[in-house]
């Protein structure tokens, strides 16, 4: 149980362009996902935190106009990233937590590269 | 502010031998802890996690944890290790009143030697 997917596993695009990475808890209702980056060799850095059917609370320093994040329903969570640039490109995690459990359960993660 | 240290990044074992990975946090409440592990280009995988009771915590693939509050540690270790546990170890604090939110540590890469 608890398994959480991710789409794309990779995807490439161009400068100027945005993308959308879909985030599905498969099994069980995801009242909160979580959306990280990870550069490389590096840890996971939070960049928001979605409740379903609410706006999503955005950590220090994230632009929310550009990492537009919508929790529609409680098995999917979308993160665009908007008018991508190279310093874009990095390891895009989500994860989401059912009920009042605190552990969080993590997708396999997006490669994002842009040209 | 809560914070957690994973003082090696980096820890070469042999198959075999057994591991142990630090983990240190700072926290003014007890915290929830967890530790994942990650092979290169997945996702993290729960292996176990701290809530309340025990101290002594079992996960999976053989590997456990302590709690100790006295020395703010929850130190991961693995009696003997195999080949297939070489990967990038991460800890992480969590706290009730944080909506869930998790602050990882660093990571400690562990690679086995044959």
């Known amino acids: 149980g608890a398994v959480v997917s991710q789409h794309p596993s990779r995807v490439i695009c161009k400068s100027g362009t945005s993308v959308k990475i879909e985030c599905r808890s498969l099994?069980?209702?995801?009242?909160?996902m979580f959306w990280y980056r990870q550069f490389p060799k590096q840890s996971l850095m939070l960049m928001a935190t979605s409740n379903e059917g609410s706006k999503a609370t955005y950590e220090q320093g994230v632009e929310k106009d550009k990492f537009l994040i919508n929790h529609a329903s409680l098995t999917l969570s979308t993160l665009t990233v908007t008018s991508a640039h190279p310093e874009d490109s990095s390891f895009y995690i989500c994860?989401?937590?059912?009920?009042?459990?605190?552990?969080?359960?993590f997708g396999p993660g997006t490669r994002l590269t842009v040209l | 502010a809560q914070s957690v240290t994973q003082p090696d990044i980096h820890i070469t074992v042999s198959e075999g031998a057994s591991l142990e990975l630090r983990c240190n946090y700072s926290?003014?409440?007890?915290?929830?802890l967890f530790w994942y592990v990650q092979s290169p280009g997945q996702g993290l995988q729960l292996l176990l996690k701290?809530?309340?009771?025990?101290?002594l915590v079992q996960g999976i693939k053989g590997f456990e944890a302590e709690f100790k509050r006295s020395q703010s540690s929850f130190n991961l270790r693995k009696p003997s290790v195999h080949w297939s546990d070489a990967a990038e170890y991460f800890c992480?604090?969590?706290?009730?009143?944080?909506?869930?939110?998790?602050?990882f540590g660093a990571g400690t890469q562990v690679v086995v030697t044959p």
């Open positions: 701290y809530f309340s009771g025990d101290t």
């Open positions: 994860s989401a937590r059912g009920g009042l459990a605190p552990e969080q359960f």
């Open positions: 926290y003014g409440a007890t915290p929830y």
């Open positions: 099994d069980f209702q995801a009242t909160t």
């Open positions: 992480a604090v969590g706290a009730a009143d944080s909506w869930g939110k998790l602050q």
